[in-house]
């Protein structure tokens, strides 16, 4: 098993490669060992274009190949089975003859959960499912959201003072440093749709581009009571992730209505005295990491869900 999580994590090193240009599809990494030593590896490059485990078999040199009946195939999803815009990766391993196959994950895709392990099993290939399965979930948890919750993946994000407000009465207070406001901005570039409410929209006029990083600016939406977010309509328009950058009523309507994954909460040492509080914290909720940039705090908080 150690050796397993071993090259299932090289599938995680791999599969992070395609994070802007897989969507909408799954980052997905492929690794193929025989005799202790990789023979072959790649990752989906590009939605619409060759599933890693199609170019994990390409990159085997030659005189490689007569290794493949006894060699093992990670990869850190399960092997689609249907017919997309590419054919089958699990009728592909099979024709390749491989021995064994190791799964980090079951593919919550309608059209696959579970019948790509399937096929496989019903060949004759020893399959091993669930090896770093935490890991691999998390790194497309966009993907897995949107398939088994039928919405965006959803993060709330906030700059507080040291005292605990998010401005001043109203006036914007620049809270952040050009460098955080940077990672703001890297962010931007990995979620599909962007959110705030129409009071800060009129108010501030943000932009919510990308203009300090490279990469695809999210889709703008302002909701208010006239116009109250839909999550299903989100679904059908094919949007996986969702970051909302809202005022106090805004983001704390999410957190009240549990809508929502993670919490990115940026804290300065600055003091404002007075102003608007930042929202309240539920109480499901778990630290996963704190980073410290430029005099300030990054706390990333996840909701633990049943």
Excluded at 89 to 107: Q, T, Y
Excluded at 141 to 157: D, G, S, V
Excluded at 211 to 239: C, F, M, N, T
């Amino acid at each position: 098993m150690v050796t397993d999580e071993i090259f299932m994590h090289r599938c995680l090193q791999l599969a992070a490669n395609g994070r802007q240009n897989a969507k909408p599809n799954p980052m997905v990494g492929a690794v193929i060992v025989a005799r202790g030593r990789i023979i072959g590896e790649g990752y989906h490059v590009r939605c619409g274009e060759a599933h890693a485990e199609v170019n994990a078999f390409a990159s085997v040199k030659p005189h490689d190949e007569c290794l493949l009946p006894e060699a093992t195939l990670y990869v850190s999803l399960e092997p689609c089975a249907h017919y997309g815009k590419t054919p089958p990766c699990a009728l592909l391993i099979i024709e390749k003859g491989v021995k064994r196959v190791v799964v980090g994950c079951v593919d919550p895709f309608a059209e696959v959960q579970g019948r790509g392990i399937q096929l496989l099993r019903e060949a004759g290939i020893e399959v091993t499912v669930g090896v770093l399965r935490e890991e691999c979930e998390r790194l497309n948890k966009t993907f897995f959201t949107f398939h088994r919750q039928q919405r965006p993946y959803i993060i709330l994000k906030w700059a507080q003072s040291a005292d605990g407000f998010i401005d001043r009465n109203g006036e914007a207070v620049a809270l952040s440093t050009p460098f955080t406001k940077m990672l703001v901005h890297k962010l931007r570039s990995e979620v599909d749709a962007i959110l705030v409410g129409r009071i800060t929209d009129e108010r501030e006029h943000p932009r919510l581009d990308v203009r300090h990083w490279s990469g695809r600016s999210p889709r703008r939406l302002v909701i208010d009571h006239a116009h109250p977010l839909h999550l299903a309509s989100l679904h059908a328009q094919r949007l996986q992730s969702l970051l909302v950058e809202g005022g106090c009523k805004t983001l704390q309507w999410f957190i009240d209505q549990g809508l929502w994954d993670e919490l990115r909460i940026e804290r300065t040492p600055i003091a404002l005295g007075n102003g608007t509080p930042s929202p309240r914290l539920p109480q499901d909720i778990k630290i996963t990491s704190t980073e410290y940039v430029d005099g300030n705090s990054i706390v990333h908080i996840r909701h633990l869900k049943d």
